[in-house]
């Protein structure tokens, strides 16, 4: 492997022939990181087990890295071709637990890790190339071609930490030791932990617009806080510290844990962390390659409901109020010990693969009169992940941080041993799953201060609240709503048939789908971004959504939305997930009626929909189609429309493009019918498009 690139890349200063050689060598770098990383299994056969049940075996990962560019140059029309449209389709979503990735291994017949080192080599090609042929000038912002490349890379690191904690979880004899290098060697007794100051304070969270790195949505905004004095623990918490709790029979005890926690335990039957390996009298710890005799003095690494358990465990002990620090207050710490965005990468820590393989003694890195602020394990707090004041999504990855707002997962702060790029950096901001393992610990403060937590009941996001209310809200103007209105046309060619399958392929926010789930045997959901589908399963799993649209000015209008209350109460048999219409996997076929409005305005190859949509149906199946024909919309090549241009100087209509398109194997039902769809963006701002809908049997 190269020498180790793990900073990530200051994309305003310099010119652009020196960046682009900056940015081909961090890519390569990760690239290779990434292969490495996948050294340390014995042979084939790890690559095919589930470490996590509620994550995808490792070869899905080692694909998911690759396939992720090239599916984000295709949606930012960077490349007109795919490199391989199976791999494309199968390794594309990945996200840990939620509803909509699909974990059933019924469903995939994973490649050889042969054919998925084959295809790797492929893509790095692309992605040379289009650093190579990229001719736009600095600075790189978010529409800059190379900001793509830096998702990549920047993902790609992500997933070498979080693989990294998959391979943890895999039996030993699975693993091979001392790939990357050698782990600590230090172990001894822990230092005790005390309570040092940290004084009030004013910061203001978020990243600067304009910021000189590569940034997820997430980073940017606007938030000022006041922050109250508190103490926190000069060290990170030890596993010796944590045996106390442990010995102390607190895995026992519910009183210390929260009602999510203790649910956690009772079902996972916990005794101990995760890593923690205990026989007769001993105890040792698992590390990512290799088991070691336990290290007391080291980090202990646990979920952040242990951390919280132990948390209230000190409490009661110390009789102090104890608990683990915000995002603010981390901050905060970390700016008093001078700790800041200027010299975040020059602070010595066990960070960036720069120490060891592996955490080492809470008492080796300190950083002005506290240990390891940064570096060594990530640091869980108390702060639930939501967006600044400012949050705006990135149009090419929508769904980065958007199904973690959900009050479910937590932030961590401050790096760990494998932590590199964008995860080393001040101003990231990563969650989990409370009830998630990363290479994380925690400290403890001491505060009197109520603890502020900020979250977002209402859904703020302005482009899925408007989709809400088109969903689900009043319609203007004594329109029909035009989600009921599709539903009515799906149930009408059901025409009262039993057993019937049905997948609505642009279910937006789901009314549809709900709508016609009780005259169908299975109805599927699918949108592209996993920041509508979310709001349909809140819908299913809590029967109720909020969401908040404009009024005029500053006023705003709070919506509170029930299913029950719109009549819809069966949905069992309704499921909601992510894919790329343009791309499905091979499970999405047999069905009986196929539902495809204002999809193909929004495909990159609507074209390519149109010819092979004939493979998802059953035999004399129904396909649906709607659309404004707004083929600009998202930029759509010329050479991918159905019609709306001159052929030979004569006019070819959409619609007689699509016929010509579908003719060979469909037969066409009806004549194309109008629809209105009135959507509001404000109370006195509404849009009104017609809708030209048309049905297909297919022969």
Sequence with gaps: ??????????????????????????????????????????????????????????????????????????????????????????FAIGVDE???DDLNEQHYQWPAVSEVMAYRQKVKEVILSVIENTTTDLPITPDHPLWI??????????HIETSSVLIRQLPLDNVI??????????????????????????????????????????????????????????????????????????YFTKEYWTAEGWNWKEYKKAEHPLFWRKQNNDYFLRLFDQEIQMPWNWPVEVNYLEAKAFANWKSKKTGKNLRLPTEAEWYSLAGQNGISDDNFAAVKGN????????????DTFKQGGFYDIIGNVWQWTETPVTGFPGFKVHPLYDDFSTPTFDGKHNLIKGGSWISTGNEATWYARYAFR?????HAGFRLVESDAVLQIRNDAYEIDEEVAQS?????????????????????????????????????LNCDTGRTVFEVATHFQHVTGIDFSARFIRMAIQLQEKGFIRYITKDEGELLHYNDIQLSKLGITKFENTQFMQADANNLKPIYTGYDLILAVNLLEELYAPDRFLVSINERLNAGGILILGSTYNWGKNNIKREHWPG???????????????????????????????????????????????????????K
């Excluded at 960070?351 to 809470?362: E, K």
């Excluded at 409370?434 to 990363?438: C, E, S």
Aim: overall charge negative.
């Design 177 to 250: 030791p001392d790939v990357f290098g050698k782990r600590c060697f230090e172990i001894g007794e822990a230092p005790t932990n005390r309570f040092l100051p940290v004084k009030e304070t004013e910061i203001v969270l978020g990243k600067p617009e304009n910021h000189r790195q590569y940034g997820w949505d997430l980073e940017y905004g606007t938030n000022p806080e006041k922050v109250a004095s508190f103490n926190a623990s000069e060290f990170l918490v030890s596993n010796s510290e944590f045996f106390e709790f442990v010995n102390d029979r607190g």
């Design 468 to 504: 809400c209310e088109f969903n689900y809200g009043v319609t203007p103007f004594g329109f029909d709503n035009f989600q009921k209105k599709l539903a009515e046309i799906c149930i009408k060619y059901a025409d009262g048939r039993s057993g019937l399958k049905m997948l609505d």
């Design 98 to 100: 939620m509803s909509w």
């Design 351 to 362: 960070i960036n693969l720069a120490a060891y393989i592996s955490p080492c003694p809470v």
């Design 644 to 698: 709306g241009f001159k052929k030979d100087g004569e006019p070819v209509r959409s619609f007689e493009g699509i016929k010509a398109l579908l003719q060979d194997k469909f037969e066409l039902v009806e004549q194309p019918f109008n629809l209105n769809a009135a959507q509001r963006s404000s109370t006195r701002s509404i849009e009104v498009s017609l809708v030209e809908l048309s049905v297909w049997r297919k």
């Design 434 to 438: 409370r009830h998630f393992y990363q």
């Design 149 to 158: 490349i830096m998702m990549g890379i920047e993902h790609e690191r992500i």
């Design 1 to 90: 492997m190269n020498q180790l690139v793990t900073h990530t890349t200051d994309l305003i200063n310099g010119d652009l022939s020196a960046k682009k050689a900056e940015i081909h060598a961090y890519f390569l770098n990760t690239f290779e990181l990434d292969e490495k990383l996948y050294e340390y299994l014995k042979g084939d056969e790890p690559f095919y087990r589930r470490a996590d049940s509620l994550r995808h075996p490792l070869i899905f990962y080692y694909g998911h890295t690759a396939v992720f560019y090239i599916n984000k140059l295709i949606l930012a029309k960077l490349i007109d071709s795919r490199v391989d449209p199976h791999f494309e389709s199968v």
